[in-house]
């Protein structure tokens, strides 16, 4: 690596180069009194310029660039197959879903009411608390609910079939002996509630969330249900809400790659006019569309309930079905193939 | 800001004064969450609102709230008779806690014009919900009926759709944070529109049913989309008239037939976050609605 591509000002580099110190490798052997004789510096600019080049070299040294943070593609591709996702306990659904909803992402998933949007968020924060014997996670969840939809008498029922499921899902001989460990109540109480009743404290909350999860390690997926609610009222400047909602999706994503964890937004649905028809799309604009990496619709097919991958950077457009039963998201009815790859 | 353990967080239900409805229901009416009844006109909806404001007054023990209830009323006038009527034969049901007073003290009730009136008012109610006028606290807000208030008001504009449903957004809030601080329930009834033409020229289906039917009509519930995402759960009374079977046709006079109808009536979950898709025949009687024991 050359001399000029460090950040140093230019008359800096001048001297070096004039001196002889064209390459990192010729700064690396000499000491701080020698440059400043060669240089004609004073000693602790000298000191400077060698912090600077020593910082460069290290950063080449671990394959890394200069900008701090940033990875190679390969490595990207080498930590996305130890990605974990949380599955959605539908076969169909994490078949497209290439296993579940993925960690370190925000996934949004919006439908009409009655769809089942609240049933797959309660889903999920049970699921991620499956220990990693099963499969699972063994992780926490914070549930943040804006608009009071979130029964607990309805979380345990989920979390009793879970843990009735899980040794034919992954049979093991101890089963028995840590079915006692594993009880309805300990899901419970591993899922964080959190009920907000206005979009400032909504916005609060998700400030605060990055200092909540750093003190409790094990949470691995955030669910809000909804993101919509708070902000579909009284907004009059619409352009204030984009930027509130750019926020909050900017935060969220920085929470979801720093602790690792999944984050679900729900998402209602609304009427679009467009070219003469109305159509039925996720609510909060075209520019809320931008934030989230992957975006689920859920949908009425017939009397089946179809999940729908609307955007996602690493999955094909697909659609399967599912169903809402006693135990919580299960496979579609009829048992059989659906999925539908288009 | 302290996340809730949901161990520790109960949804108190009202129950509806009938044990059958309460089993369909999972208890009764929930708490901290809005319950839709919709519709049509003569199913029940008013009916069933009455009931809810007496039952509860019942203790804690006996499935009730022992809350007094505010009744907004929008659909005039309010059907005093009926309360008083309902009230009589309830508290003589039960001698014990009504021994002293009159049932109808605990409820209040209050006529409503618009919507603006109600979000205006809902800006005023907490002081009226931390001092209520009675000993007992106010658990349960009715009101009857949120259609009537946006169906006359509003044109079929864009712009008017708009202010429609932000109204409704900014109602639902004031709603859903009070039942949350106050613990109520809420109960809000809905009429229906006429379904026409196919699913695909509408296109929005809504809840676990496929279609609503009533008195042998498609029927959707009215305030469409943005209202079905302000409310947690909706529940569809629908009734169907039915000859009571061809031995009681009799001629009359003129010729024409005269048949013994009987009105049966059901109600169904359309969506809610407790319940599974399901339904209950019911009947309104004298002393109230009940729910009719399928098994």
Known sequence: MEVSSLPLSPSQRGKLIAAGYTTLSSLSSVSAPDLARDLNISEHEAIEILKVSSQSSKKIDGCHAIVTGAQTAWDMLYEEEFMTRITTSCADLDNILGGGISCKEVTEIGGVPGIGKTQLGIQLAVNVQIPIDYGGLGGKAVYIDTEGSFMVERVFQVAEACIEDMPYNYPQKDFQARKNKMQPENFLANIFYFRVCSYTEQIALINYLDKFVAENKDVKSVIVDSVTFHFRQDFDDLALRTRLLSGIALKLMKLAKKFSLAVVLLNQVTTKFNEGSYQLTLALGDSWSHACTNRIILYWNGNERYAYIDKSPSLQSASAAYSVTGKGIRDAASHCKRVRIM | ?295
């Open chain 2, 1 to 295: 800001m302290k996340p809730e353990n949901p161990l520790h967080l109960t949804t108190q239900k009202c129950t509806t004064g009938c044990p059958i409805l309460d089993r369909f229901l999972a208890g009764g009416i929930p708490c901290n969450s809005i319950t839709e009844l919709v519709a049509e006109s003569g199913c029940g909806k008013t009916q069933l609102c009455l009931q809810l404001v007496l039952s509860a007054q019942l203790p804690i023990s006996q499935g009730g709230l022992a809350a007094s209830s505010l009744y907004f009323y929008s659909e005039f006038p309010f059907p005093f008779r009926r309360l008083q009527q309902l009230s009589s034969s309830f508290s003589s049901s039960h001698p014990d806690l009504f021994s002293t007073h009159d049932p109808c003290d605990h409820i209040f009730v209050r006529g409503l014009q618009s919507a603006d009136e109600l979000l205006g008012l809902l800006d005023r109610i907490d002081t009226f919900l931390t001092n209520p006028p009675s000993r007992l606290p106010v658990k349960l807000i009715v009101i009857d009926s949120v259609a009537a208030l946006f169906r006359s008001e509003f044109e079929n504009t864009p712009g008017d759709l708009k202010r429609r449903s932000s109204l409704f957004f900014g109602i639902a809030g004031k709603l859903k944070l009070r039942a949350k601080r106050f613990g109520l329930a809420i109960v809000i009834t809905n009429q229906v529109v006429d379904l026409i033409g196919s699913d695909t020229a509408n296109g929005v289906r809504v809840g676990n049913l496929s279609c609503l039917y009533s008195s042998g009509r498609r029927v959707c519930s009215a305030l469409g989309l943005s209202w079905a995402n302000c409310i947690n759960s909706r529940l569809f009374l629908s009734r169907v008239d039915e000859i009571a079977g061809k031995e009681t046709a009799v001629k009359d006079d003129e010729g024409g037939n005269s048949v013994l109808v009987c009105t049966r009536r059901r109600m169904h979950v359309v969506f809610a976050p407790h319940l599974p898709e399901s339904s209950c025949e019911f009947v309104i009687v004298r002393e109230g609605v009940f729910g009719l024991d399928e098994r």
